[in-house]
């Protein structure tokens, strides 16, 4: 899947810097309290900070990592572009609703943006981050990004959603995002302390686009402990076209030992179903790893692992 840091629009923050036609003040727009921040969205995997090189980590701790650190990097510079736009006074209000922009970032920018905030009778704010292409003068402004924000008493523990459309993106600014397509759906809990996404693309093999789907869930304790689930349906096998069922969920403690267990099965592999999982100890050294293919040797001791037993969600 593109990575989310594709989509730039974040020239949207850049022209309001550059330009200086308006200074934040302290009498802010509602919405300004309602959209999160991007760290009240972030995905936090246990990191310890020292040095070590890969070959000595747990493998799917790893790959643990590197997914939540994209996916949170994807929701961070939606919610920096939109929560930095509305500090700033609205360039227009009519009724309910504010218009932010139109900016773009100099002569020679592709695109154009705006952010447009309406107040919702059940209390909640429609939002969307609109773009034109500025390569087609009359093409009109498009969503790129859309979303509804939920308040909550106290401050910061509202929920909402987003979503973001690469296909309209590269509409917008063919330049920069050409080859981006399909969308990504963000639903996140601050209370909760949850994050849900859904995506639906396309990955290019030889000039042949093959239709994927991602659903990725995250949820994480006050003292710091979690757990992720990301799962795919595509097809995973050079042999055949079918698409395989691939589901990863990762658990870990506040201490940073955890566990991966992953599941891969359908599509060319037919009933055959493998399974694999791998435990970490404080270190993110591997301590035990075992598959039912034996694709690699079980190594270390299973009771080692802070979780005893694989959990996957069902078939």
Known sequence: MRTLRSLTIAAALTA????????????LHPAARVIPTSEQVAIKLPDKGTARTVGQLAPWYVATRNVTRTLNGGTAWVLVVVHAVVQFPPTETNGDTATWGPWDDGPLAPARYRLTVTALADGSYD???????KTNPGSGFISV??????PSVPEGEGTGHFSIDFDNG???NPVDNGDARGTLDVAYDLAARTLDIDAVSAEDRGGVLVPVQYHYTYGEAVDGSGNMTFATHGDTEDAGTAAEDG?????WLATGAGRT?????GGDLGAVQVTASECWDTSFRETYYTDSASYLPTEGDPASCVYADQDLPSL
């Open 127 to 133: 939002w969307s981050l609109d773009g034109q292409n």
């Open 145 to 150: 990004v859309n979303g509804n924000a939920v």
């Open 170 to 172: 590269a509409i917008v």
């Open 261 to 265: 267990d992953l599941r891969l099965s």
């Open 247 to 251: 589901v990863v969920r990762s658990r």
């Open 16 to 27: 309001i810097a550059a330009t200086g036609c308006v200074q934040p003040n302290d009498d």
